[in-house]
């Protein structure tokens, strides 16, 4: 199905839009903990309305749309083994464990905010899920909603408290944290991500309950037929595209307006409805492409490399933006948002070649080829 390979190109590259502004700010990883890295800021500066649409287009969104394009990959897998008459789910544990371990490789070497980890103990509950009767699946699905729902309610409000208290967050990463970053070798940073472990894993924790809803509703779009190339496909993706849009946008706009306080909300609730709408948009697209260019070719090799590409990115984000390389956010730090913005552009080309030059040679990627190797020893 060559629009999920499209559609995981894009989530990858649309991830690094986000995670570019935590590599690039004062503190990196741990800025994120003080200030909130990665959160959008407009003014009235065309850089500040640049930088602003940027983040938001991106925050949340293409998390949201990865994390359902995993539950699709556990659909496929599960109707794979089915077909097969395999015990389910058999051989994917291994598959799980392998990502969550090289989700702690990812977390401790390169950077903090993996999401691999989250995914790996959320496929292997959702893979026992899958078992169960459709209508377990759907209440499963509806309970893991109404507490994600609850825990954003919960920690809104504990925000609004804070700020009417005026005792709002912090001003952003401490003196030694930008330090470390700029000026501090290697180790340093891996002891501060063993240090802070806890505090730096906390995201999987708190969006706990929307990665498992999101694996579920990656499920039942792909058993709808929501990905397939009929006129089923194209109704489904039509729909998502106006109801994603049209309500999350909008949605979105109003948390983003709201300031700080409601950022949770419009990260982990109003963003994922986007999300639905970017997948209905971007197959739209696609089923009006009568002959794949570049673009297209390019995308759809990102997506069969996936997680080869996705740390590849944090990598060169890493070695770009960190005083152990070239120390772009220390020495740019007063040269506006367009140097992060270009270096996003820049890594995205990097991807976008790297990756169609390696499927010439290679039937996967060097983690994907890695990870089929032990899953068959």
Known sequence: MPLLDVL??????????????????PGAEAGV?????????????????????????????????LTMLFGVGLAI???????????????????????????????????AWDVL???????????????????????????????????LALLTAAALGRSSKGSGGGGGASAEAVALYADGGYPEQ????????????????????LLVFLFHLGVRLFRAGAFAAD???????????????????????LTAAAGSDFYLLGRYGAAPVVAIGYLGLIGLIVDRVRRPGPLTAGLGAIGRTALSCYV???????????????GLAARWADHGPWWVMGLWAVVCVVLFTGARLWLRHFEHGPLETV???????
């Not at 891996?190 to 309950?209: K, M």
């Not at 060169?316 to 933006?321: G, I, Q, Y």
């Open 312 to 326: 590849l990115q944090n990598v060169l984000c890493m070695l770009a933006c960190y005083g152990i390389g070239l």
């Open 33 to 65: 903990l003080k200030g909130g890295a990665a959160m959008s800021v407009f003014d009235s500066s065309w850089s500040g309305l640049a930088e602003g649409t940027f983040r938001f287009l991106a925050d949340g969104k293409f998390l949201s749309m």
């Open 371 to 377: 990870q089929k190797r032990l899953l068959r020893s």
């Open 117 to 151: 980890m989250g995914y790996a103990v959320v496929a292997l509950l959702v893979a026992w899920q899958l078992t169960r009767t459709a209508r377990t699946q759907r209440v499963l699905m509806a309970v893991a909603g109404g507490v994600h729902v609850a825990v």
């Open 190 to 209: 891996i002891a501060f991500r063993l240090h802070n472990a806890v505090g730096l894993r906390i995201e999987p924790v708190v969006s706990f309950a």
């Open 77 to 111: 897998q599960f109707r794979s083994a089915a077909k097969r008459g395999r015990t389910w789910p058999g051989r994917y544990k291994w598959r799980a464990l392998f990502l969550f371990v090289e989700g702690t490789v990812h977390f401790v070497l390169v950077f």
């Open 231 to 253: 006129a089923n496909g194209r109704r489904i993706r039509r729909r998502m595209c106006v109801w994603g849009l049209g309500v999350g946008l909008p949605l979105n706009a």
């Open 8 to 25: 995981r190109g894009v989530a990858i590259l649309g991830t690094l839009m986000t995670n570019v502004w935590i590599f690039a700010a």
